[in-house]
């Protein structure tokens, strides 16, 4: 069975610009949730989606959105980069949910110039 | 909310030895708690979990053990190898917390030859 890819592997860009990033996760799992590394604040969690809605987020500032489609593919936009988004960014899949064993896949490195 | 705090942010043990990685958290409510293990360049990969109505679960060379009265929650490794080496990561869910999973700093383990 594939484990959960993201794409792309390695971004940069300036301020100011957006980026969308995309997850697909293991086939059959229904939820996907997204999470921003770095090494000052860790592991936090952005938001999570089944079956195309979001069913929980975390704190962080509406320049952080994403979505789900029908084949449980999710992709993250991040609007306005700041600096301090410099991250990696990675995402999980899971059967039923956050309470369910999350499988994270490789993340995206984002760095903002 | 959920406040998780590691004990120690590295620990480096012999080749053979046992490890015990350490875990508080804040909220009694919490009810599911993992174990990561993350190596470098890629994501966090699940180990092992235990719910809350247990205080002790056993997988093949790791042991999760949770303790509900003074919040703590640790990880043993048995006959650490090399290959064991990577940051070690607790993470917490809980229904009447957020709806969300929180993270701890993580423990780099280093294992000596």
């Known amino acids: 069975k594939a484990g959960v890819t993201q794409t792309p592997r390695y971004l940069i860009k300036t301020r100011g610009q957006q980026v969308t990033l995309s997850c697909s996760p293991i086939?059959?799992?229904?939820?996907v949730s997204w999470y921003q590394q770095t090494p000052g604040q860790g592991l936090q969690f952005l938001f999570e989606y089944f079956s195309e809605t979001q069913r929980n987020k975390g704190n962080f500032p509406g320049r952080f959105s994403g979505r789900q489609f029908s084949n449980s593919r999710s992709e993250m936009n991040v609007s306005t980069l700041e600096l301090g988004d410099s991250a990696l960014y990675l995402c999980a899949s899971s059967l039923g949910g956050l309470a369910d064993t999350q499988y994270f896949g490789p993340g995206t490195r984002l760095t903002v110039l | 909310g959920e406040n998780v705090g590691l004990h120690l942010p590295t620990l480096s043990v012999q080749e053979g030895d046992n490890s015990i990685i350490n875990c508080a958290y804040s909220n009694s409510a919490s009810d599911y708690f993992i174990w990561y293990k993350q190596e470098s360049g890629k994501g966090p990969q699940f180990i092992i979990d235990i719910r809350s109505n247990m205080d002790k679960r056993q997988g093949q060379r790791v042991t999760v053990l949770l303790n509900k009265t003074v919040k703590h929650l640790s990880l043993q490794i048995a006959a650490t190898q090399p290959g064991d080496s990577a940051v070690y990561f607790c993470?917490?869910?809980?229904?009447?917390?957020?709806?969300?999973?929180?993270f701890g700093e993580g423990t780099q383990l280093t294992v000596n030859p």
């Open positions: 086939s059959g799992h229904r939820s």
């Open positions: 993470a917490i869910y809980g229904e009447t917390s957020g709806s969300r999973l929180t």
